[in-house]
Every structure is written in C-alpha cells, then in structure tokens.
C-alpha cells in the first residue's frame, strides 16, 4: 500500500471540513463546524490497481486569525485548495494560500475545489479571476459537499496527477 | 493526568517518563515498548512531521518551548481526541509533551466556532453592501450620462443610506449627501477647501494597501476597496467605490463615490477575545473567561432555579515554592495540579485558571441541598499528593473557599468577593483547609476594614505607645534586657490587641510607617534609660515588609545615630517566617546589621518551618523558643526534650536562647537546670510603661537566680 499525504487548504467555512467527510464517511452537514488546527483523516483508495491511503490533513481555514504553518506542508503529496463559490474573497485566501505553498516547497500537484456549486444562483466568483488560474495551469473542479457532485472525483483527479 | 511526558533520545526514540494516561491508551492500546519506549511517530502522523521541528528548536532553544498546533485524533471508539505537542529542553534533556486539551476543547471550540461566525455574517455584510454601492453608483453614473441636473441627482441621493460624492477628476466637489457628512466633518456643498481634498485624501489613505489606486482612476477604470481612513479627530474603516463618468470622447468627467463607514465590521474583540481566553501553563479558561461564563451561569441559575456553588482555590505559599524552582519547573508544577483538579471534577463543573497560584470552580446543581464537604476535600487532598519536581520532592496545599448562588451573593461579582473571603480566612485559619462564606466572616471583613482606616490616623493621632517588658538573666548580666511592645489606645474602642491590628497592618504599608515609628521610639527610650543609668538592651520586633525595604539597614544606622544609641544596646528580632521568602537576601541584610553592632534574634524559634539547617548559615545571636513549647512545659515531655535540645544546639552555635511565655516557677526552674539563658513573662514582668522600669532595674541589681 502507498500512503500519500494531502493537504486540505482553503480560507474558513469554504467547507473543507465538509468535503473530507463526504469523501471519507459519505456524509454531510448543513450545520458549519469550525474546525481548530487539524483534523487526521485517513481513506483507502485503488487506482489502477494500486491499492493507496491517503492521509489527509484538513487544516484550519485561513482568516486574519490564524497563522500559516509551513510545517504542515512537510512531507505532503498533494493539495487542495477549496473556494466557497458564493464568497469572492475565499478565492483571494486561495491564491494567496497557493503563493506560499508555492514559496514552501515547490511546484506540487495541486488541485483547487469551487465547492457549493449546488448554490449557482449566489455565485459571486470573478470569473475573468477563474479564467487567469486555468491559464496558469490550475485544474478547477465545481464540487457540492452537500450532493456530493465531484467530491470523489475530486481527490481522484489529485490522486492521479500524484502519481503520473 | 492530562499530559504524557516523553524524553527523546537519539533515534529518535522516545521513553515514558510518567504514567501512561488514559486517554493516549484509548487511541492507542498496543503494550509498551521495552524501557517504556514509545513509536509516537508511527502513532501519530502528526507528530511525525513536529518532530523535525522539534530537533531544530532542541538543537538551539531559543524559546522556552515550541508548540505544535492542535491536531484531532480518533481513538478505536471514534472519539474525538484534541491533542497538541510542546518541544522543551528541561535540563539538558529533550523533553516532548503531549497534552489532551480535549475536556477544555468545547469552550475553546465554541469562542473560535462564534468568531467565525460572527466573521461569516460580516463578509455577507460586506458583500451586500459591495452590491449596494455598484447600483447605486450604476444609476448615478446614469443620470449624469443622461445629463440630468446636479440638483435632481442630489435630490434623489439626499437622504441615502450610503455616503455619495461627486467631484471632478481633480477632486473639486459638484455634490454631497448628508450621509458623507455623517462620516466626515465637511460643509456645505460647493466645493469648499476640505471637500476638495476628500478625493485626494482618499487615495492618499487607500495607497497603502492598494498602490495600484492612482493608476485605475487616472485610466478611468472603477477601483473599490477598503481602509482606514481619518474622519476629523477619529479613524474609521471605509468601504469605498470609485466610478468614472465618461464622456464621447472616453474622457472622465466626473467621479462618482459611494462609502459605507464599517468600522463596527471590524472589530478587533474577536481577535482579543481568542488570544486571550486560555492560559497557556494550565490550558484552563483564564479569568476573563471564568468571568463571563460565571456571569452566564448566575443568569441561567437565576432562571432556572438552580443552585450555582463557587469554590475559589488558592495554593499556600505557592511564591515561596515557585521561587526555590526554577520557571518551569512552577509552570509544570501549576500545569500538574490544573490537570488533577480537572480530573477531580465533573464534566459538566468548569474549571478555570485565575493567574498565579489561584484556580476558580464552578458546579451547578438543582439539588436544594448539596454536600460539599466531600467535593471540598477531594480537591484539597489531590493537591496534597506529592509531587516531584525539578529532583524536589514538592508538597503543596491550598486553601478553598466557598460561596453560593443564590444564598451568599446574587451576582457574579458577590458572589466572587465571598469566595475571596472564605478563602482568605481558611488561611488565616491555618491554611490547607476549606471554608464555607457565612455572615460572620463578612463582619470580620468589616472589622479588619474599620481597623485598617482607624490605624492610619492612629499614628498621627498619638494613640501608639510603647510598653517593655524585661527578660530576666538566669545567669550574671548587668544589663536589663527589654523587648519594646506594641499597643494602641483606639478612642473609642479602647485598647486593641496588637493580635488584631499587627496583622492587619502588615498587609499594607502600614507596617512600615508604624515600625520605623518603633525603632525610633524604641531607642530613643533606651538612650533616656542609659542617661539615667539604666544599663539595658533593647529589642525591637523587625516586620518581614521592613526587612524588605531596600533600605532598612540604613535606617538602622541613622536612627542609632539621631538617637546616640549605642549599637551594641539594640537587638532586632525577627521571625524564621520573615527570613523564609528570601534567605539569602535577608541573611545580608542581618550580616550588614550584626557588622553595625546590633544583636539579632530569632523570634518564635520552633513555630515555623524550624529547619536547624538554616541556623547555622544566619546571623544570629539569639534564639527566643516559641512560648508553645514553654507553656507545656513540665508536663509535656516532648515539649521538654525540644526545649532542652534547642538550648543545647543553640549553645554549640555560640547562641544565647531566650524563653518567653514563662508563667510558672516549675517552667522557670525547669528552663533554669537545662541552661537557658534568659527568661521572659508574666510570672516576673508584665510588659510596664517606661516609668516602671527604673524600679525593675534596681529590684534586679540584687536578684540572683543561680542560687
């Protein structure tokens, strides 16, 4: 078995917490539940036959609160980067966050989450934004913690880009 | 235990240094290692990662710890645990904790979970301000291109919510509504100098997060954004639009400018309120936590009927033991005993950590009546279970005392002050020990308080005065020794005890004033006495506050000198309890005044914390053995057979001893067969005014009691 380490990045109540738990446990919560420092969670997956688990590290969102601890990142495989598609400025969090990542510890795969694509009618993204990180090779995904939409995928699409 | 201790060794390999506690067994129940040695990497991923960490701050600490961040692990019943891992260096060794913050998390999780909250609701806030402002600024920039009057457009924006303001590309003013005025102190609506600068001072103020402002309005794009800005003599935060009017020729003709003021979204209280909710050494709520739920509960209790017990816990003598460790090994010693307390009580009861040595309880019950001897003293006994720390082995106590809602206080700050005053008085009881509040401490409260304000003027009002009182030499001694004591003649209570009042003014700074006043009258007496040809030795009681005073040996030298006492005619006696919160330091400060010529004694020798030890190291001339010991003399043995070995050590050590309390001919002729030096009580001399003291002087000439 090959264990891979994820993080999961993104600024506060984008639901990340919420993505892992639908990946993981295939649940979901309306209810927002804050999450404090991080929270372990581990998934066995088969890709191409390879049997894998992921240790994945939902971290802390981002705010003026919390500090930016490189020390997460140590060992890590892969991350994803989730933005809350009815807030704009999760997706400033998630550039920002993706700069330092970058900083840190190089060129990773990556993958960033518009998550809460179920709330279409209160989408706020600038779009001319999405466009500029496609054009800087980011792959986007449109996921729903609450449906379920693409989360699977999601940490499939990750997963294989770490092993290609 | 809330707290596993883990020495890392080369490898790395980490050994157990006290006992597993529970919940690490619950997330992880595979048998030790041999030696204790534990996997924590392998078991935690987390920590496989802090280690690296770890090494680097081992290799060079320069910090007193360093903190992993709080990680949540599952143990094998799906139990969430909260766990956070510090790195120490603790002697030369490599010291790894790792604390279950878990029965604390819910309180912590609740202050972080209403923060953000509270941030979520003020982003909507924003961004539907945000959507405001661009229609707003939208339907302006509308009419202007449709060449609407200046007037009809203020008209409509007069009485809007959002603040708006059209100008010029140069910043010249064509209008304003009342709500720009609101924000900032300008007048009137044409142009004046202060409206012409609100444009520039925008972008001024703006550039500092937003460099890039020039350069989009200039271009005439739209900018948005938000800053600080100075509105007369205040700050406020500014959400702030700019949009351009063009004309045919894509030229700007006017701005348009819509601010929101929304300084109340961003408030720092959040901020304050997280990084100030926990202590760090205990990882309990601090006082400002306790205080608002403690508010909360009295609220709900009000409400509900419920009984609300406060028990305010107190260490004893926790400077003293916090000063012979090193900082943190207290920090460790305080952390220990938060986890102890915390395991002694109820999930539901809530524990914080006030500052220093002093701990709040908080238990809620809607029983009519609670037995709270037992709950009482399960806490005082686990803070008695010994401790090592630092090699020592440490023993601690605590005083608690106890208040209840509804009975002894009816709001937080009541109820708070009773359970400061149970506890108060359960040390003065002899500490180690818990008291329930009741009306009789309140009225000892007011007395000591009556007595406070009454001794301040006593000094000033003439109501002090000295009375001596002779030690009689059991051997051959021409000189009279005599011990200066307090008393005080209150106007309208009569004599007060020095018992009541002493140590009443020994909390303040009283003690001071009145001891200096003392020493000065103490001697210049003796000189009167010697001036008369009364040959004595005078002694004065020395308090632990005078001693401390920088000070004190000068004051010594100069009242000697004012007086034109000889040095060798003043004894000061101090207390083994003033000597012990700083040995070294006072044992200098008796050295310098043995050097001046003045004789020490060791007052209420046997009644402390009598370590012979020490005797050996101080300054002392003189030992006055507790009168305890004298007044159970003859019929206790024990009693006689210290008595008899203190005056036999104090001899060895070139000591005189004195012994005071002395009421009996039996105690006189016992102290008389073992040696002792000088006797001192009723049974010879009550303390006399200084009149009388001529007549003891000759009655002495011809006594002998040797004979």
């Known amino acids: ?164 | 235990m809330g707290m596993l201790v883990l020495e890392c060794k080369p490898g790395p390999v980490f050994t157990a240094l006290n006992r597993i506690p529970d919940w690490f067994l619950q997330i992880h129940s595979a048998p030790l290692g041999a030696d204790s040695v534990l996997d924590v990497a392998a078991i935690f991923p987390f920590i496989a990662h802090f280690i690296e960490d770890a090494e680097v701050f081992w290799r060079n600490p320069v910090e007193a710890r360093l903190g992993s961040g709080i990680w949540t692990e599952l143990d094998e019943q799906g139990n969430q645990h909260q766990l956070e891992a510090y790195a120490l260096q603790y002697q030369n060794s490599r010291i790894l904790l790792l604390v279950d913050l878990t029965a604390s998390f819910d309180a912590r999780h609740h202050v972080y979970q209403r923060a953000r909250e509270i941030a979520l609701a003020q982003e909507r806030l924003v961004m539907s301000l945000q959507r405001q402002q661009r229609k707003l600024q939208l339907q302006i920039q509308g009419l202007l291109a449709r060449d609407e009057s200046l007037h009809a457009i203020a008209e409509r924006v007069r009485q809007h919510a959002s603040a708006v303001m059209v100008c010029r590309p140069d910043g010249s003013v064509e209008l304003l509504n009342q709500a720009l005025m609101d924000i900032y102190p300008v007048s009137g609506n044409n142009g004046t100098r202060a409206e012409h600068s609100l444009l520039k001072q925008w972008v001024n103020e703006a550039e500092a997060l937003y460099p890039e402002i020039h350069r989009v309005i200039e271009t005439g794009a739209s900018w948005e954004g938000e800053f600080e800005s100075s509105a007369g003599s205040d700050k406020k935060w500014v959400r702030l639009l700019i949009g351009p009017v063009l004309d045919q020729e894509q030229r700007v003709t006017h701005l348009v400018c819509v601010a929101n003021d929304i300084s109340g979204l961003r408030e720092p209280a959040i901020e304050l309120e997280r990084v100030t909710d926990y202590d760090f050494t205990t990882q309990l709520p601090n006082r400002r936590h306790f205080w608002r739920v403690l508010t909360r509960a009295i609220d709900e209790c009000r409400a509900s009927g419920e009984k609300l017990v406060l028990l305010y816990l107190d260490v004893d003598h926790f400077k003293r033991i916090n000063d012979s460790l090193d900082h943190q090994a207290g920090d460790l010693l305080l952390g220990t005993l938060s986890s102890r307390l915390r395991s002694n009580i109820k999930k539901t009861d809530f524990i914080a950590h006030l500052g220093g040595d002093e701990f709040a309880l908080m238990l809620r019950t809607s029983q009519r009546t609670l037995d709270l001897l037992p709950v009482a003293e399960r806490l005082l006994k686990v803070v008695r279970q010994p401790l090592v720390v630092d090699g020592h082995n440490v023993s601690i106590t605590a005083s608690l005392g106890i208040a209840c809602f509804p009975e002894h206080g009816n709001d937080a700050v009541g109820l708070m002050k009773r359970a400061d005053l149970a506890m108060y008085h359960a040390k003065q009881r002899g500490r180690d020990q818990h008291l329930m509040f009741s009306r009789s401490l309140d009225e000892a409260f007011f007395n000591r308080t009556v007595i406070q304000k009454d001794l301040g003027n006593a000094l000033s009002g003439g109501e002090l005065r000295l009375v001596y009182q002779p030690q009689i030499c059991l051997g051959a001694n021409s000189f009279l020794r005599l011990e200066a004591l307090l008393r005080w003649h209150h106007p309208v209570r009569g004599l007060i005890s020095p018992a009541v009042f002493v140590p009443v003014a020994e909390e303040s700074d009283l003690i001071n004033q009145i001891g200096n006043w003392v020493l000065e009258e103490a001697c210049r007496q003796a000189r009167q006495f010697m001036d008369r040809n009364i040959q004595v030795v005078m002694s004065v009681n020395v308090s632990a506050r005078q001693l401390r005073a920088g000070d004190f040996v000068q004051r010594v030298q100069q009242v000697l000198a004012d007086t034109g006492l000889d040095p060798s005619q003043l004894e000061l006696e101090v207390t083994e309890t003033t000597l012990l919160d700083n040995m070294e330091t006072r044992a200098e400060s008796l050295q310098q005044l043995q050097e001046l010529g003045v004789s020490i004694a060791l007052d209420d020798f046997g009644s402390g914390f009598s370590s012979l030890n020490y005797l050996k190291n101080l300054p002392v001339d003189r030992l006055k053995i507790d009168q305890v010991f004298i007044q159970e003399i003859p019929h206790d043995e024990e009693s006689k057979t210290i008595t008899a070995s203190v005056v036999k050590l104090a001899h060895e050590l070139h000591m005189t001893v004195v012994a005071e309390g002395v009421e009996t001919w039996d105690q006189l002729r016992f102290l008389q067969g073992i040696g002792c030096d000088y006797v001192q009580g009723f049974l010879l001399f009550r303390p006399l005014p200084p009149e009388e003291i001529g007549a003891v002087f000759a009655s002495l000439a011809s006594l002998r009691f040797d004979s």
Request: net charge negative; with cysteine.
């Open chain 1, 1 to 164: 078995m090959v264990v891979k380490k994820i993080c999961m990045m993104g600024a506060f109540a984008v639901g990340k917490t919420s993505l892992v738990r639908r990946f993981v446990h295939s649940i979901f919560s309306e209810s927002y539940q804050t999450t404090i420092g991080v929270m372990i969670s581990k998934k066995k997956l088969t890709l191409a036959e390879q049997e894998f688990e992921l240790i994945i590290w939902d971290l802390e969102g981002r705010d003026e609160f919390t500090d930016f601890r490189s020390s997460y990142l140590r060992g890590v495989s892969g991350v994803i980067f989730v933005v809350d598609v009815t807030r704009p400025h999760t997706l400033t969090v998630v550039r920002q966050l993706r700069e330092e990542v970058r900083n840190h510890i190089g060129e990773i795969p990556a993958l960033i989450l518009l998550n809460k694509a179920d709330l279409a009618d209160q989408w706020r993204l600038d779009a001319a934004t999405l466009e500029l990180l496609e054009d800087e090779g980011c792959t986007l995904l449109h996921t729903s913690a609450k449906t379920g939409a693409n989360v699977e995928e999601g940490f499939l699409a990750l997963l294989r880009s770490m092993t290609a």
